[in-house]
């Protein structure tokens, strides 16, 4: 079996699910161009809870949790995929000592995971499990958490995060997605970026060291939690690549990340 890539995803707003356009067709890229996951593990910036908690229900419902200003059809829309008991099980075990709640009814797939995978696997036949973003942890807590999850890689999971590295909502130039980004919020990618390349995870881990431009950047951090998920689950001899590299509205930041395994990824050029 392949090993399967480990994704970051900058997943925007939830309108992105109604549309098609450059964010979306590169989503529907990335699923394509790597081998069918046996399961997905999904982390959102949109479950954060006080413990950790994955979701062990036979079929998690589709939660539209944003505002009423949003499209009807949003609202609307369904992606009824499967969940794993048998996975999140697996999960909680790997994460030990640690507790981690299966969740039975109480969660489901957040716009954060389902307004992504209605676009990557539109068929909603890859089961998907959902595993929280326990608020109480460290940054270095996240990484090694996903240190301890990379070995799903190798059994046909596809680690997924989402969420965004810049997100600033209330400095967004709302009016024109195409703007330059503010000086804070390119460097803080900048930085983001260097260190992903460079495979230094700790500047990473140390994200809030970045002073002003981080509190600007990341004001409130749930957003950027899910990549220090993803990049523990980096593994060696991963390559790196940059999908949807771009800010929007000033201080959204699109940029995608994929940890894919680089003799597979020498072979697929």
């Given amino acids: 079996m392949s090993r399967m890539p480990a994704v970051f995803i900058g997943h925007g707003s939830p309108a992105i699910a109604l549309e098609t356009n450059e964010t979306s067709r590169a989503w529907t ?32 419902r589709t939660i539209h949790d944003f505002g009423a200003s949003f499209a009807k059809a949003l609202f609307e829309m369904q992606y009824p995929a499967p ?44 089961p998907v499990v959902q595993l929280s973003i326990d608020v109480s942890l460290t940054p270095g807590e996240r990484l090694e958490m996903g240190r301890k999850l990379a070995p799903l890689r190798d059994e046909g999971v596809l680690i997924m ?37 460079r495979d230094e995870p700790q500047r990473v881990v140390n994200f809030a060291s970045l002073g002003d431009d981080a509190h600007r950047a990341a004001p409130t951090p749930e957003h950027f939690w899910p990549l220090l998920y993803v990049l523990g689950a980096r593994m060696p001899g991963d390559r790196v690549r940059l999908v949807n590299d771009r800010i929007e509205h000033g201080s959204l930041g699109m940029t995608s990340v994929v940890f894919e395994d680089g003799v597979d990824a020498r072979q697929a050029a």
Wanted: one cysteine or more; proline letters at 7%; aromatic letters at 8%.
């Fill in 29 to 60: 890229a990335i699923a394509a161009a790597i081998p069918g996951p046996r399961a997905i593990l999904s982390i959102s910036a949109h479950w954060e809870t006080r413990g950790t908690a994955v979701t062990a229900m036979q079929r998690p």
């Fill in 83 to 126: 969940g794993n008991p048998e996975l999140a099980a697996r999960v909680a075990a790997m994460l030990a000592p640690t507790p981690v709640l299966l969740d039975q009814d109480q969660w489901g797939l957040d716009h954060g995971t389902w307004s992504v995978l209605v676009k990557a696997y539109p068929d909603a036949t890859i």
């Fill in 161 to 197: 995060g989402t969420g965004n590295i810049v997100h600033n909502l209330s400095a967004m130039d709302w009016s024109d997605r195409d703007c330059a980004p503010f000086d804070w919020s390119a460097r803080f990618l900048g930085e983001i970026r260097d260190a992903l390349l």
